[in-house]
């Protein structure tokens, strides 16, 4: 059964920081690249961040370039998010999703989200 856990989310002060992490299971995951996106309460689904699992190329969206960090440890199968300087608009669900390619949109396998709330 193919399953990406997303975990890590939590409350914050602005400022503070979080680490997400994303468990693949059933795929092999260098055949994908791993993106993460976050959708904020009645707001469009926006891709943060995408990272290519076979070359290591990184992709950020200009909201949270410089602040988070994404990374992939493929013995452990696993895709984090180290999200810095957190701000109140930061806050949103954020889910893990597995592409054909960070260069493209279609999504092949979506993870469960994970709450991140950013007090001021």
């Known amino acids: 059964e193919v399953q990406l856990q997303a975990s890590g989310g939590g409350l914050v002060q602005a400022g503070g920081s979080l680490r997400l992490s994303c468990a693949a299971s059933?795929?092999?995951?260098?055949?994908?690249?791993i993106g993460w996106f976050r959708q904020a309460p009645g707001k469009g689904s926006e891709e943060v961040s995408c990272?290519?699992?076979?070359?290591?190329?990184?992709y950020y969206a200009d909201s949270v370039k410089d602040r988070f960090t994404i990374s992939v440890d493929l013995a452990k199968s696993t895709v984090s998010l180290q999200m810095n300087g957190l701000k109140p608009e930061d806050t949103a669900v954020y889910y893990c999703?597995?592409?054909?390619?960070?260069?493209?949109?279609?999504?092949?396998?979506w993870g469960q989200g994970t709450l991140v709330t950013v007090s001021s």
């Open positions: 059933g795929f092999p995951l260098r055949n994908y690249d």
């Open positions: 999703a597995a592409k054909g390619s960070c260069q493209v949109s279609d999504v092949h396998y």
């Open positions: 990272i290519s699992t076979s070359y290591g190329n990184t």
